[in-house]
């Protein structure tokens, strides 16, 4: 199957817990962030965005939350489910230019029933 | 409801071959990107397109060329294979900047 979990951060949680998933970007310029979800095989799929006009922003079950003071995005899962089990990575744009996607290295959710 | 689809899923080439991966999109999105990712790693852009007939290099452009003649295809040319070139491709598309990009479901290829 797919390698992308090697070497990567691994957050384990109960089911029904809540998660809580870090990101530290290094662009003070970024004004654009999303979260994807990437299960094994898949291409990332969108989660949740956010602008840098924002602090915080809400889905359905998930959270984002961004303090531009220190560089630092979450994401929040309410009641995780085994199906919530999957890589998540945070992504930025800057405005400088046409707009492209700067990935973190990701990380992996395991989910126990 | 399409979105993106990307050819082939699977592909193994020998060292100094050529191959176009290909990559459309049904929604009417003008930007497409390319990324490659390696084990255990984000995903970094090899080249994206704001439009029909407009190209430009990524992070990491060496080794690959991409053509836009239509606004929905973007393929991905891989002159000479190298083993370095050993990644899973994914395509993406977006409606414009600052917009979800959406993913196709990649191709795996491996070069030996």
């Known amino acids: 199957g797919e390698s992308v979990g090697l070497h990567l951060p691994t957050l384990s949680v109960q089911e029904g817990d809540n998660s809580i998933i870090n990101c530290a970007y290094s662009n003070s310029a970024s004004d654009y962030f999303i979260w994807y979800k990437q299960e094994s095989g898949k291409g990332p799929q969108f989660i949740i965005d956010?602008?840098?006009?924002?602090d915080k922003r809400q889905g359905q079950r998930v959270t984002v939350l961004l303090n531009k003071t220190v560089k630092h995005l979450s994401l929040q899962i309410a009641a995780t489910q085994p199906g919530d089990s999957a890589v998540y990575f945070c992504?930025?744009?800057?405005?400088?230019?046409?707009?492209?996607?700067?990935f973190g290295k990701g990380t992996m959710l395991l989910v126990s029933p | 409801n399409a979105g993106v689809t990307q050819t082939p899923k699977f592909r193994i080439l020998k060292i100094g071959q050529s191959m176009t991966l290909q990559c459309t999109q049904d929604?009417?999105?003008?930007?497409m990107y390319w990324y490659r990712q390696d084990p255990g790693m984000g995903l970094k852009l090899i080249y994206y397109s704001v439009g029909a007939g407009i190209t430009d290099k990524g992070e990491v452009p060496n080794g690959y060329n991409v053509s836009r003649s239509t606004t929905e295809d973007f393929p991905l040319r891989l002159e000479l294979a190298a083993p370095s070139q050993t990644s899973v491709y994914f395509c993406?598309?977006?409606?414009?900047?600052?917009?979800?990009?959406?993913f196709g479901d990649g191709t795996r290829l491996s070069i030996l």
């Open positions: 956010i602008r840098s006009n924002m």
């Open positions: 993406a598309s977006s409606y414009g900047e600052n917009q979800p990009q959406h």
């Open positions: 929604m009417n999105h003008n930007y």
């Open positions: 992504a930025e744009t800057s405005n400088s230019g046409y707009s492209t996607l700067t």
